[in-house]
């Protein structure tokens, strides 16, 4: 399901031991990552994005429906499939489990929050392994799995243990061929209803657990990216419990999250965007900030009025958005604008990367634009997604502690980079 002749790129996740939420050190411990680019033909980047979305929306709308009727909003008649793994890009570490420990190969997830393996490498069991009474599944949105609760020692590289955290050890797994499971650091009252008998018992992730037994100073999660157009390059930094002022300018824009369902079920926050100077293409509304999704997801009628402002057609070959070079040279920037700040994505920043065409199934001399169709016209909740493309041009923070997000500027934002 995930190819490995693909867009391959080390991702590094450095753990910040801090005194304070948004403290800096200059050493960290870092665990590698693999990016690869999970399409297998033309199309699949955008019918990847838009499942992923659709799914996103359905659970949330579930969620928030049954609260409405006084139900448990994470009850099984509540909770859909998430599409976790119906994803264009996925981030893959080598994780420690047990002692001594055996490395599995799991999928890095934002978007889930259970941790589980068995997929691929069989669990081996050692002095640090207690199954529990629990049986533990996830539907996701192109796979599944369910099998046994165990909690056991866990290594995110050197010098980072997690004690007694909970992991899924599947005895039957679909969609995940070539991974050993997930690396769940989603929001953690996800991981609800997933167990059984003990459905309305809450897991907490790793994240949740590196906080609570002193590891990082508070449940934070910072995260850079860098514009890439090769096929393998080392490009990207997870930030455990504080932020690497080496990788922004500026200060950092906090956000708080949004009420409005169903983004208020995610990483939710009200933003506008407009077109150069005077063009509006989305009034202030909420949405989503998803490192699991490539592309710049607007609503349907936003998208409408980028493709007017920008004279940009449907590219029947990639479903991405296709202009000229003389167009290109009158493209104008974008301006996202939330919690009284707005952030510019330049002109060149709204490109696919002109190098890696071929490998989406394009023309390697065309212009393709990252800004894409949710697929759902706006008024419903989730009317965008702030997704890899735009994350790789401001750094961003992922604050459970404060329940907030934050936005920085970098030395790529601005970056001709495509």
């Known amino acids: 399901m995930f190819p490995t002749a693909s867009l391959t790129a080390l991702l590094v996740l450095a753990v910040s031991v801090v005194a304070k939420p948004i403290v800096v050190r200059d050493s960290f411990v870092t665990l590698p990552f693999a990016k690869q680019l999970n399409i297998t033909g033309a199309l699949d980047l955008v019918h990847k994005d838009q499942a992923r979305a659709q799914a996103l929306r359905a659970h949330g709308t579930a969620r928030a429906n049954a609260r409405a009727q006084g139900l448990n909003p994470n009850s099984a008649s509540a909770v859909t499939s998430i599409g976790v793994t119906n994803v264009a890009q996925v981030y893959v570490a080598n994780v420690g489990v047990g002692s001594p420990a055996t490395s599995y190969s799991l999928l890095i997830d934002t978007g889930s929050s259970n941790t589980w393996l068995g997929a691929g490498k069989t669990y081996v069991k050692t002095s640090t392994s207690t199954q529990t009474s629990?049986?533990?599944?996830?539907?996701?949105?192109?796979?599944?799995?369910?099998?046994?609760?165990?909690?056991?020692?866990?290594?995110?590289?050197?010098?980072?243990?997690?004690t007694k955290q909970s992991i899924g050890v599947a005895s039957r797994s679909s969609g995940f061929q070539g991974f050993d499971g997930i690396l769940?650091?989603?929001?953690?009252?996800?991981?609800l209803d997933t167990l059984s008998p003990d459905t309305n018992t809450q897991i907490p992730t790793v994240t949740d657990n590196l906080a609570s037994q002193g590891t990082i100073p508070t449940d934070l999660v910072a995260v850079s990216f860098e514009p890439t157009t090769t096929t393998s390059v080392t490009n990207g930094e997870l930030t455990f419990g504080g932020t690497d002022s080496s990788k922004f300018t500026g200060s950092i824009t906090f956000i708080g999250l949004t009420g409005t369902s169903p983004a208020n079920e995610f990483w939710g926050i009200n933003q506008s965007i407009r077109y150069s100077t005077g063009t509006t293409i989305l009034s202030s509304t909420a949405g989503i900030v998803d490192t699991g999704t490539t592309l710049i997801l607007i609503a349907t009628d936003a998208l409408t009025r980028y493709r007017s402002a920008t004279g940009a057609v449907l590219d029947n070959t990639t479903g991405l958005l296709r202009i000229t070079s003389a167009q290109f040279s009158n493209l104008k920037s974008?301006?996202?604008?939330?919690g009284g700040a707005t952030f510019e994505l330049?002109?060149?920043?709204?490109?696919?990367?002109?190098?890696?065409?071929?490998?989406i199934g394009g023309s390697a001399s065309s212009i393709y634009l990252v800004v894409n169709d949710l697929g759902s016209n706006s008024g419903e909740g989730l009317d965008f997604i702030?997704?890899?493309?735009f994350l790789e041009r401001f750094y961003s923070v992922f604050d459970t502690t404060n329940k907030r997000v934050g936005f920085a500027t970098t030395s790529f934002t601005t970056a001709t980079t495509n």
């Open 334 to 338: 974008l301006f996202f604008t939330t």
């Open 134 to 162: 629990d049986r533990v599944s996830v539907t996701y949105g192109s796979g599944s799995f369910s099998g046994t609760e165990f909690t056991d020692t866990v290594s995110l590289g050197s010098g980072l243990t997690i």
């Open 386 to 389: 702030n997704g890899y493309t």
């Open 346 to 359: 330049t002109a060149n920043a709204q490109l696919w990367p002109r190098s890696l065409n071929t490998a």
């Open 184 to 191: 769940g650091i989603g929001p953690t009252d996800l991981t």
